[in-house]
């Protein structure tokens, strides 16, 4: 699985952005997908995830009511919508494969990774 993902960028506090995650190699459809980000200094860190039919989704408290994750599994692809932005949100943002189909919050859990996108977002 080959995961690429975008929409990073630069980003005054109360704004707004989308993540997507572009997945190739396998049938998307057939894993779940997660959000997981890294702060400078900082281990990796939950943020969101959805699983195999989006039926289930899972949200860190950080960015709970702030954030949503949705795929499209016609177009190979994972989103998270983010609202409502801070300054502690500012992060590389990694978007994760899980094979097992079913949502989980565990870093380890997951098996295929993307190469991450820059969030910064300005106070």
Not at 30 to 48: D, I, L, P, S, T
Not at 72 to 79: F, H, I, M, Q, W
Request: charged share 20%; proline share 2%.
């Amino acid at each position: 699985v080959q995961l690429q993902a975008s929409g990073g960028g630069l980003v005054m506090a109360g704004g707004s952005l989308r993540l997507s995650c572009a997945a190739s190699g396998r049938t998307f459809s057939n894993y779940a997908m997660g959000w997981f980000r890294q702060a400078e200094g900082k281990e990796r860190e939950f943020v969101a995830t959805i699983s195999w039919n989006g039926g289930l989704r899972f949200y860190s408290d950080p960015v709970k009511g702030r954030f949503t994750i949705s795929r499209d599994n016609a177009k190979n692809t994972v989103y998270l919508q983010m609202n409502s932005l801070k300054p502690e949100d500012t992060a590389v943002y990694y978007c994760a494969a899980d094979l097992s189909r079913w949502a989980d919050t565990r870093v380890g859990a997951y098996d295929y990774w993307g190469q991450g996108t820059l969030v910064t977002v300005s106070s």
